[in-house]
DNA sequence: CCAAAAGTGTTGGTAGTACACCCATGA
DNA sequence: TCATGGGTGTACTACCAACACTTTTGG
């Protein structure tokens, strides 16, 4: 006699943040129920019957950290029978990326607290989440050097030291002043505003830059392909 | 009063074979059960309790086709609530890679027949998995260009112009035979035998060739990265 | 005037692309 | 001998990487 199908699918999130200071941020919650209660945790949980499963992640997003993302890509599911103690509950992991605005979190009503760590400094996690923002870590450098994604970290606009400080932190190594603004400005899409930089101490401003996304996804019907 | 959840969860698997004259092939059931009886599907089903998702995509694969696939990667998971037209089901769909000796079928006992389609001409297809099989296709070809997967579908030994007339045929562009040679034996994983192609017609035989796993894990550890 | 950040061009090397003729075999 | 498929090298180009000094501002 076969067994019926005893399996409950969930949604989590990696969520990154990007912060001039701080550098790469994942955004985790506490979990207030067991298993793994008091433990950090990626947002998620159970999808429901009706909706689709990016409503889910973002529902949970909200119920749970009050983030609204806006880039949002499916990453991997994670399937091993034994990754929830109790239960078999297989996840499909999404990542996401917020820009700076949202650095103040309120915790949600599912979870007893929110909060930014810094990807080289994560602690204890529950389940298999800190394979998942491993994962996540790899396909974000990946993605970042094909697909201009980087963008949806920064605000909307901001000086051209960001960016470049931005893929120096993702990948992990420095980047060549002169040769990144080469090439980043030969795809066309970035576009220099007339306001200027605003700097807290020291140095010369320099003009604020916007990423023009109709622009880019005309361009890139037309054939170019981001790639650095 | 929340609704306790009532999803399925399912794999897929989007085989592809590939062969000399036919091309790029993928693996396909006609299923003999209701919902689609009767109409072509990619070979998968529901997930055990106990099992992990390849375990349950290596079953299927054996129950439906008798085929053992000898590369595997996830691909995507799919989980619109209405792609099933009965059961919420959520499949987490994988994309294999089989040499060429498995082209004669057995048909298992869940369907009624396997046959292997070649990608320009699927037939009609049961609920999303045209897309399914898009979306793979594209991985396919985003992938071949930066791992060497391309030997999965060829034969141990293999003259080098099969390699060649993969990659066109894959990538729907043909390549430059002189260039591309020089490009795969730069790496230094493609290894000469002095066994000799033996062709059906006329033609100048070449040697076969040979790809040396464990040297291309080897030098991927010392650093080189394979790119087309 | 010093420290901090931003702006800016040139050169050399290399890797990629384009391209055409000869050779071995079977019929 | 002809048709088929396999084998091979060179030259040009274009892109990429390396690299340092000057300018503007705040303190």
């Known amino acids: 006699m076969e067994q019926t199908q005893d399996i409950r699918l969930a949604v989590d999130a990696v969520v990154f943040g990007y912060h001039a200071e701080e550098g790469l941020q994942v955004l985790l919650i506490k979990r207030n129920i067991e298993p793994y209660q008091d433990v950090w945790a990626l947002p998620g949980g159970l999808v429901k019957n009706s ?5 889910a992640i973002e529902r949970e997003l909200q119920e749970e950290t009050g983030v609204a993302i806006n880039y949002l890509e499916q990453l991997y599911s994670f399937g091993a029978p034994a990754r929830d103690p109790r239960n078999r509950v297989v996840s499909i992991a999404y990542y996401g990326l917020v ?10 009503t599912d979870a007893n607290a929110a909060q930014w ?11 298999d989440h800190q394979e998942i923002i491993h994962y996540a870590l790899k396909r974000l450098k990946g993605k970042i050097v094909y697909e201009p994604i980087g963008f949806e970290l920064l ?6 030291s ?4 931005l893929y120096s932190v993702v990948l992990g190594q420095p980047v ?9 400005m030969k795809f066309g899409f970035l576009e220099e505003t007339d306001q200027k930089q ?11 830059f916007k990423f023009n ?6 361009l890139k019907k037309e054939g170019i392909n981001f790639e650095l």
Chains 1, 2 share one sequence.
């Open 51 to 55: 909706e689709s499963l990016e409503q």
């Open 162 to 165: 960001a960016l470049e400080k």
């Open 176 to 184: 060549d002043r002169r040769n990144f603004k080469k090439k980043i």
């Open 198 to 208: 605003k700097l807290k101490g020291a140095g010369r401003p320099g003009p604020l």
């Open 117 to 127: 760590y810094d990807t080289h400094a994560l602690p204890d996690l529950a389940f």
């Open 155 to 160: 605000d909307e606009l901001f000086p051209f």
């Open 99 to 108: 820009k700076p605005e949202v650095f103040d979190l309120r915790p949600g």
């Open 213 to 218: 996304k109709e622009k880019y996804f005309q």
